[in-house]
């Protein structure tokens, strides 16, 4: 008898400890659990990016039929607009907004036309980008994507009209965000877009085409913001 009360006492005061012991592992870890998961819960997707982009093309092209025809084009400063969206820490989706201009000169051996017209540009970017997250504050990032250049406001100079076909492209991109604090940081950013549009032109009454190679630097700084 005695046995068994020793026992039954012993039982009953482990049972009181494992009760005791889960109440005390509840109190210290649902402070902490609260302030990670709210943590978590504040960081927005969203990032915004304001720069200042200087254009650079490439200058040649050719027109069907001239041997030794080539082109030139203006390069340009401009401001634009990026909208990222995160889909966890490490890739994200940038797309670029701006617009630009690009005067076209005649050179090699229709040099002779000088400025042969001008057409401007609206160059919408979608890239898909890998960031690194392990430098801290300094937050580096490679991407890749497409491009899709629309042609507008054209007209001819030395030609009597101009008409540059919309086209496709492809981005190549690397940058980087150096943060300040949670939301605000500096931004330096460099594009690579491959864009080979053909086009028509009306010179002298008579119709030609041809193709140019603009495949233009988009090299950029400016200010991110991170929602």
Known sequence: MMF?????????AAALVAACTAEAVDLTTAPDAAPAAAATAGVSPWQIRLRGLNV??????????LAGSDLSFSNTVIPELDISYFFNENIAAELILGTTYADVYGTGSISTLGEIGKTWLLPPTLTLQYHFTDFG?????VGAGVNYT???????????????????????QAGFDYMVDDH????????KIFLRPNFEANVGGAGVSGKT???????????????
């Open 4 to 12: 068994s009360n020793i026992v039954r006492a012993v039982t009953t």
């Open 56 to 65: 650079i093309t490439n200058d040649s092209g050719r027109v069907d039929g």
């Open 137 to 141: 504050t300094f937050r580096p990032y």
């Open 184 to 191: 605000w940081g500096v931004n330096f950013d460099a594009k």
């Open 213 to 227: 190679k603009l495949d233009p630097w988009l090299i950029g700084a400016g200010v991110t913001y991170r929602f």
């Open 150 to 172: 629309v042609f507008y406001n054209q007209s001819g100079k030395s030609a009597r009209s101009l008409d540059v076909k919309n086209t496709f492209g492809v981005a190549l």
